[in-house]
């Protein structure tokens, strides 16, 4: 089936130890959005691509970066995690802009 | 953007009641919104949608009502089963704009 796939499930970093969280798609969409979800909020929007074109959210921290190679990859590298960065990170697609999300799994966080 | 509520709204109802969900918005501008259900560590899933040149769509066992006049979007979950049970979040589109605003969420806890 065509999907979103984010792996791992579960990630375990020390703090300040860089770490990259991965996700794949089968749907061929434009857009690849990377969202941080804290306990009872919310998701809320790091940044995105359509297509190559990096969209950064004017609050997101600069320790927060992302690749995408190529049109089913997408990571989110966390250069320096703090405690603070402990969460969910979910990984979502659309066809284009205004399209509804298709999201993986997510990716829980934890920073000891 | 819409603002991220720290307290999650919370709705417990018994087996094989209906469920209404509520969700306000603020852009009288959004035409396009979509109601996600979240399980307890899983990405969120897409459950309907309504475009605001309508005031009503039903799915099966959930419906959706939209009323621009006073910026209210609701769902309705008929006989709710406890796989329901769930953090439900609205989430509006603007002009067919870069990404979706997600309201506050709200946890619903089906009592068997």
């Known amino acids: 089936d065509a999907m979103v796939i984010q792996n791992p499930r579960y990630q375990v970093t020390q703090f300040g130890k860089p770490v990259t969280l991965s996700c794949s798609q089968t749907l061929n969409h434009n857009v690849m959005y990377w969202y941080q979800q804290k306990s009872s909020q919310a998701p809320k929007l790091l940044f995105h691509?359509?297509?190559?074109?990096f969209n950064n959210e004017a609050d997101t921290p600069d320790n927060f970066q992302s690749r995408r190679p190529n049109t089913s990859f997408c990571f989110l590298d966390i250069r320096s995690p703090g405690l603070g960065d402990a969460a969910m990170y979910l990984c979502a697609t659309s066809r284009d802009w205004g399209n509804g999300y298709t999201f993986g799994s997510g990716t829980r966080l934890t920073v000891v | 953007g819409e603002s991220v509520g720290l307290h999650l709204p919370t709705l417990s109802v018994q087996e094989g009641d209906n469920s209404i969900i509520n969700c306000a918005y603020s852009?009288?501008?959004?035409?396009?919104f979509i109601w996600y259900k979240q399980e307890s560590g899983k990405g969120p899933q897409f459950i309907i949608d309504?475009?605001?040149?309508?005031d009503k769509r039903q799915g099966q066992r959930v419906t959706v009502l939209l009323n621009k006049t006073v910026k209210h979007l609701s769902l309705q979950i008929a006989a709710t089963q406890p796989g329901d049970s769930a953090v439900y979040f609205c989430?509006?589109?603007?002009?067919?704009?870069?990404?979706?605003?997600f309201g506050t969420g709200t946890s619903l806890t089906v009592i068997p």
């Open positions: 309504i475009r605001s040149n309508m």
């Open positions: 989430a509006e589109n603007i002009n067919l704009d870069n990404q979706f605003y």
């Open positions: 852009n009288s501008a959004s035409d396009y």
């Open positions: 691509y359509y297509d190559k074109d």
